[in-house]
């Protein structure tokens, strides 16, 4: 199924000729096309339980330690923020890790993205050579967890004297596997073959046409990878806990050097996880409607 | 071409920007002045007391800047220290090492600088003799300048005492538990009276109590030339089946060492005694701050200590060979070390300082101790350091200690092994982490 | 997630009159640009993918200290020794066991959103995203707040459980309960995102089929289970293998669960990953490290050629199916 067949996605049944009021039965439980109280009461739980924790966060992170002990836990931020916030600038370089997370993860997301897409349309649309094993080779090696070299990895870094320096953390995260393979299966649908041949005729190299008709067409997909990529590498976190230091951190291990250094100041810890989640939040409310479609658009996709 | 070209170039240039950025330092020696600022960075672990002296060492030393970083226990700072030795950087320009995993740091001691090269031997009759001894490696060369030692008495709750009708004066208590010749015996044989009474538990758990028996023997789980000597030690299982069968009868508490449910354990009468090497004190002052309980909680610290005399712990700072500044941490070293601030960070962190001046100082001003039902801590712990000497830590001292006996003793806490058995569950541990690593 | 690869249409070599120089150099270009075109990345990965991979093995036939370096070749000695390691075992046993109680719990909480998402519903964005929030919540603030959430006295379960008079819950010392907290940690984070996905696959299910079913008389709950299910089936199997792959690699949740001892004094909620850490960076074990990195990554392998002979067993099955018109119907769209 592909990407652009949108036409498979069910048109919002246009409700003319409203009814003055509903059955009690049918505004509870819905009928076949308006959903009913039932519904969207559900939905609020759901809402309230992806919310909670994280607004708990909040309230115990303006608090002190003692809102951890209640009974009932309050529902509403107390007038500690700010300071618990100075608590955790004093601890951890914030804003270093922050600039540390957001250079990594944006360097890493413009190769991936970069280098998938070369790839992914060579092996959609370019006839070699070894096309097809090649790209099972690729699709194979989408299971190795990068976790699993970090010892090689970490005696190269050390031999080349990386360790520290976030380049160390950059550098083995430069191209993924399902990058390419994602590229490829959104690529192998969207350009006709017949769109490159007339490039072709027209007397186009492969570099334009790869560049004025794979390219502008590769562009949802590349937004999708894009979001998917900065996501993976702002969530590292064994990576970067071996190979940098404390000086020097990412946003991940920063936080955990909080709730390190600061073990018994439960609501400053908890601070630092609500300053370090703002980051994602901000790009959530901004991206929020894109990543949704990424994600649904690439699961069918996959 | 050209096009193509583009995004990969400006990938790798971005890149080498951003490792050039982050990479350049100086590599200078020179001292740090306005003109010439010196960042230095500290690595210190649990609590050490060490704001304020940052503060005011910063203030003394324009252009000086620390930059301090706390990790929360001396397990985590071990693995972080050899994480960051392996990977051959990332180690702070000041590293605190623990008394425990020194014997691991020795087999490395040539990546520490040999702080003779500083001014060592100009300060070394500064601390007590064994303490100095214990920083300095095989060839002679100082790698650390000791901070703090661990001298133990008994920290123990006076409310609790005087509600299982046994004497809560610290004078009484010491007098109780037999003074200078004060036994395990004794003391556990007070616990089970208490247990009987009260139906309580005695101590927080067993792993602590392990630990100051061990370290108050001669030889711990080395013998001085480095050898193992744990599984055909019969004196040592014997204390370790005396410790068991205390366990047996419901004396632990099996509270969450380095936990205590945040600090709670502490206040709500979960336990009596509680095992205090000096720098316990500040761990049991954090943890009841972070619990929001003071003084009313009813500790109390007394000058005696079941066994005789007996040091846990303690610490070091050194500085690693990678240091850019080895010149101004060394300093920085040395200051904070030194007596007079021994005796502010002893007053910051409730630990017991390694020079004798300080501890001199300590046990003549005998400065009431809030927490602690204003006892003269300081003093006690002065008394509490006569007849201490070091005992040979081997190299994995440490791991014995925290991976081996720790939960092999947790199992017996838990109730779900006896005294043999856990013993048993350590030698294979032992032979698992230590022997066949 | 059945990889179908379709081969590139054959490309007609360009006609019209064009010099022999240039016509050879547009022969170089399309010979070579693929090629080009693939080659960072192949070589990249080569650099940063395969290269540890075989450096690892080569590592794990060796003692090999942190610190201290190569040491001598031991042939399949760390091999041995870690399938005789009670503890190796044991990660494996705890990561299936978290491993499960994510992902079933996972699929059917997402399953359940999804229906109820996938429904004719006002403000469909804003649903959508307040079910993805947690997503945006990293594994270490996840791991962070959790695990104060799951303190086991004070804690705020806890907390609210003795309001009702239930004894506190041994979150971090009882396996089962560690599991089940990190294992919500897990469920937490992905649970919405899995369920867009399924929204994904459930929208594309024709809606006439429903209306016909409709109009035979299925009901709603009938509709879901003979209809929307089955139709559905690949995507739960996309959903399930990638749900595995990330459950035998968490490492940050039980890492910060306890911080003093990975994965509890008792290793009870110890993973694999977090014991290769272990492995390496506390007991400095590098040869036996890499052993049990190996051995991971061959489960992977092994997990992921199972997954993927039941995902072609099923789909088989299903377009074997004699007479499920809306099944049927689905699978032809979908090709």
Known sequence: MSLLEKGTARKDSPVSGRPARRPL?????????????????????????????????????????????????????????????????????????????????????????????????????????????????????????????????????????????????????????????????????????????????????????????????????????????????????????????????????????????????????????????????????????????????????? | MKNFRFPAAAIAGAAAVALLASGCGGGDQEAASPDNPVELSVTTFGTFGYDDLYAEYEDANPGIKINPNNIDRG?????????????????????????????????????????????????????????????????????????DIGPQGLCYNGKLFEDAGLPSDREAVAELFGGDDATWDKY????????????????????????????????????????????????????????????????SANEKKWDWGKGKAFADGSFATFVCPGWMLGTIQTQMESAGAGPEAGWDFADVFPGGASNWGGAFLSVPETSEHKEEAAKLAAWLTAPEQQVKQSAAANNFPSTVEAQEQLAAEAAPNELFNNAPTGAILASRAEGVTAQFKGPEDSVIQDKVFSPALGQLDAGTTDGEGSWNEAMKLLNELVVNN | MTVTLKRPAPAAPPTGAVSPFRHRLSAWDQKFSPYLYISPFFLLFALVGLFPLLYTFW???????????????????????????RFFWNSLGNTMSIFLLSAIPQLIGALFIAAVLDQNLRAKTFWRMSVLLPYVVTPVAVAVIFTNMFGEDPGLINNLLGNFGIEPIK???????????????????????????????????????????????????????????????PTMIFVIITSTIGGLQIFAEPRLFDPTDPGGPQRNFQTTVLYLWEMGFQRNNFGKA?????????????????????????ASADTKKPGNRAQRRAEGKRK
């Open chain 1, 25 to 302: 039965r049918q505004r509870i439980f819905g009928n076949g096309l308006k959903p009913g109280y039932l519904t969207y009461g559900l939905l609020l739980a759901f809402f309230l339980g992806s919310s909670y924790p994280l607004w708990w966060s909040v309230v115990v992170g303006s608090r002190t330690n003692e809102a951890l002990g209640l009974d009932w836990p309050p529902l509403l931020p107390g007038g500690n923020f700010w300071n618990n916030v100075s608590e955790v600038f004093d601890t951890i370089p914030f804003w270093t890790a922050l600039w540390n997370s957001i250079l990594i993860s944006t360097i890493i997301t413009v190769s991936v993205v970069t280098f998938s897409t070369l790839a992914g349309y060579a092996f959609a649309k370019l006839r070699f050579r070894g096309n097809t094993v090649l790209m099972v080779a690729v699709v194979a090696t989408m299971a190795i967890p990068t976790q699993l070299g970090i010892i090689p990895l970490f005696m190269v870094m050390r031999t080349l004297g990386w360790t520290g320096e976030i380049g160390a953390v950059i550098i083995p995260s430069l191209v993924t596997a399902f990058g390419v393979f994602f590229m490829r299966q959104y690529l192998v649908d969207v350009i006709p073959d017949e769109l490159i041949e007339s490039a072709r005729m027209d007397g186009a190299n492969m570099i334009r046409t790869f560049w004025h008709v794979a390219l502008p067409a590769a562009k949802p997909a590349m937004a999708i990878l894009s979001l998917f990529t900065f996501m993976m590498a702002w969530t590292d976190f064994l990576w970067p806990l071996l190979v940098l230091t404390a000086g020097n951190p990412t946003l991940q291990t920063a936080l955990s050097q909080l709730s390190s250094a600061r073990y018994v100041d439960y609501s400053v810890v908890l601070t630092g996880a609500v300053l370090a989640t703002i980051p994602l939040l901000v790009l959530f409310a901004a991206a929020g409607k894109q990543l949704i479609s990424g994600i649904m658009q690439g699961a069918v996709k996959g």
């Open chain 2, 75 to 147: 397990e985590n700072a071990r693995t972080d220290a050899f994480t960051k030795l392996s990977a051959g950087s990332g180690l702070s320009d000041v590293v605190a090492i623990e008394e425990g995993w020194l014997g691991s740091i020795m087999e490395v001691s040539d990546q520490f600088v040999d702080l003779n090269e500083y001014g060592a031997e100009d300060i070394k009759d500064n601390w007590v003799d064994w303490k100095f001894k214990q920083g300095t490696d095989s060839e002679g060369r100082v790698i650390g300048y000791g901070t």
């Open chain 2, 188 to 251: 556990f044989e007070i616990g089970r009276q208490y247990h009987d009474k009260t139906g309580l538990a005695w101590y927080d758990q067993s792993g602590f109590v392990w630990n100051s028996m061990v370290n108050q023997m001669e030889e711990g789980y080395y013998t001085p030339d480095g050898e193992l000597n744990i599984e055909d030690n019969a004196a040592m299982k014997e204390q370790f089946m005396q410790l068991a069968a205390g366990t047996e009868a419901g004396l």
């Open chain 3, 59 to 85: 590592v794990s036939l060796h003692d090999w200290h942190l610190l201290k370096g190569q040491g001598e070749f031991v042939g399949l000695a760390n091999f041995t020794n870690v399938l005789q390691d």
């Open chain 3, 171 to 233: 979150w971090r010392t009882d396996t089962l309960p560690s599991h089940i907290a990190i294992a919500t940690m897990v469920n937490w984070r992905w649970t919405g995102y899995n369920a867009l996905i399924l929204l994904a696959a459930m929208q594309a299910v024709p809606r006439d089929i429903y209306e016909s079913a409709a109009l035979d008389g299925a009901g709603a709950f009938r509709r879901f289970f003979s209809i929307t299910l089955p139709s559905i089936r």
């Open chain 3, 290 to 314: 890499s052993a049990i990195a190996w051995l991971l990554f061959l489960i992977i392998v092994i997990i992921g050629l199972i997954n993927f002979s039941l995902s072609r067993k099923i």
